[in-house]
């Protein structure tokens, strides 16, 4: 028989406000560990009922150098913003021959009118690419390989692009889908437009 003495002590029950604020908090500190382990991938988070109608997304890009890469969300889909160099521009001209829909005809997945150019963007803004980062196959998530040069599963003559590596499929730096590769589609172009010369909405195109 134990000689310590025994206890009554029943800890007091949280209270309903005390609850919900521990569980917030330990909600922000997960986020917080994600955003330094992914210093590039942010996402602007509107109130839960303006994410379930699509509301649109405005993204702040002055951060983004040129061959770098934001990813935010929308309507639950991851979407990209790649601010391309010089050099990147250069390349689509040698993929053109190589990718299945050069111009974005096809209408599975349409592509906004003022997309539907080499570098699938809006003219005045060309280097700055907008694509919804999923796969038109099976709706895998393709991975970036945006340096040019051989790499494993890819071309030795690689240009730069992305690469789904659940079924092989290849995309150049303009989203467009290589000739006989398991996707059908170019990846697709969302409706975006710019509010300023940084500022994107990104679900909204009343300037097209």
């Not at 589609?185 to 300037?207: C, Q, R, S, T, W």
């Amino acid at each position: 028989m134990s000689d310590a003495p025994s206890s009554n002590f029943t800890p007091a029950p949280l209270d309903s406000s005390k609850r919900t604020w521990l569980i917030a908090s330990g909600c922000a500190g997960a986020v917080g560990t994600v955003a330094l382990a992914t210093p590039f991938v942010s996402s602007f988070a509107p109130s839960e009922k303006a994410k379930a109608a699509g509301a649109a997304v405005e993204v702040d890009i002055a951060g983004v150098k040129p061959g770098e890469k934001l990813t935010v969300e929308w309507r639950g889909k991851p979407v990209w913003i790649l601010r391309r160099t010089p050099e990147m521009m250069a390349s689509l001209q040698k993929t053109d021959a190589e990718v299945a829909d050069p111009k974005s005809l096809r209408t599975a997945f349409p592509t906004p009118e003022y997309a539907r150019n080499e570098a699938r963007s809006r003219e005045d803004h060309k280097e700055v690419l907008v694509l919804v980062g999923i796969c038109t196959h099976l709706g895998c998530s393709p991975v970036d390989r945006l340096q040019a040069g051989a790499q494993p599963s890819l071309p030795d003559n690689w240009e730069g692009g992305f690469f789904c590596p659940c079924h092989g499929s290849t995309f150049d730096l303009a989203g467009r889908v290589f000739k006989n590769k398991p996707a059908p589609d170019n990846l697709e172009v969302p409706p975006y437009m710019f509010l300023a010369e940084n500022k994107l909405l990104i679900g909204e195109d009343k300037k097209a």
